[in-house]
């Protein structure tokens, strides 16, 4: 094990930059690890990459909670119901992968980034936090600042279905697309969007790397997965702490610029 691990060391600080930046947007680095993995490892099958990128997302997403925890960002109601919900998708996803052959997912993994970045730079209408069905929310950060905003708990529940299928299928955790969500779609503030996406990542990300150890995907990344993880661990700390420095609409452009630019490089790979 201590052997196989020595070959993997450069992964530790991919991971820790990838857990940084995966922290800093609330998307747990899977959105650019899972791509990375595809790349670098072109042979591999899908699911070994999906469990590799889902693994090294539950801890940076443990660890990222933690942090913004502190900061008292995350909306624990809304993210353990939301959370909960991602489950059975997440556990369906992660036995879908076997079937999928590797072009195919390439294809949906590209064409999910896509559907992501459009909807970071759209711009609905605002939210009215009163409106009749929907879920008012008040929160105040360790820095003073309250946050007030609403959303329905039904058209959360739905989505976090989806949400949890298409994480666990693609690897990504789902932080990639829970963001755009929650901050776009049901009106979240966007540093509570990361924040509230993190907390809800953990519980997903576990649920879909136990049903891909159940499946017997694992055992074959488990070196690649450990190096990642050392590395995703310190990186998110530093992540939570530079999203505080970083304006909300800027997070959301450079995350909808990634995404674009991971999925040309799929599409290209893919054709």
Do not use: K
């Not at 990361?194 to 990344?221: D, E, I, K, P």
């Not at 304006?247 to 490089?265: D, M, S, T, Y």
Request: hydrophobic residues 55%; aromatic residues 8%.
């Amino acid at each position: 094990m201590i052997a196989g691990l020595v070959l993997y060391w450069w992964l530790i600080p991919v991971g820790l930059v990838l857990g940084a930046l995966g922290t800093m947007v609330g998307a747990g680095g899977g959105f650019l690890l899972a791509p990375m993995l595809l790349l670098l490892y072109p042979s591999e099958r899908p699911e070994i990459i999906a469990s590799i990128s889902l693994a090294v997302v539950f801890v940076n997403a443990l660890s990222g909670t933690v942090a913004y925890a502190r900061m008292r960002r995350v909306d624990y109601p809304s993210g353990l119901l939301m959370s909960l919900a991602t489950v059975p998708g997440a556990i369906l996803g992660a036995y879908t992968t076997t079937l999928l052959p590797r072009r195919t997912f390439d294809l949906i993994f590209a064409a999910v980034l896509l559907v992501g970045a459009g909807l970071l730079l759209w711009r609905p209408h605002e939210h009215e936090p009163l409106a009749p069905g929907r879920f008012v929310r008040i929160l105040a950060d360790r820095e003073g600042t309250q946050h007030v905003y609403a959303y329905n708990p039904v058209v959360a529940v739905a989505l976090s279905l989806v949400v949890g299928f298409m994480s666990s299928l693609l690897g990504i955790g789902g932080g990639i697309i829970h963001v755009p969500v929650l901050a776009v779609v049901l009106g979240f503030p966007v540093h509570v969007a990361t924040a509230t996406s993190h907390f809800a990542l953990a519980v997903m990300a576990g649920t879909g790397t136990l049903t891909h150890v159940v499946t017997g995907a694992f055992h074959r990344g488990i070196r690649r997965t450990i190096a990642l993880g050392v590395g995703a661990l310190i990186g998110a700390q530093a992540g939570a702490r530079l999203s505080s420095r970083v304006h909300g609409r800027w997070i959301v452009r450079g995350l909808a610029l990634a995404l674009v630019f991971v999925a040309v490089r799929l599409f290209v790979a893919a054709l």
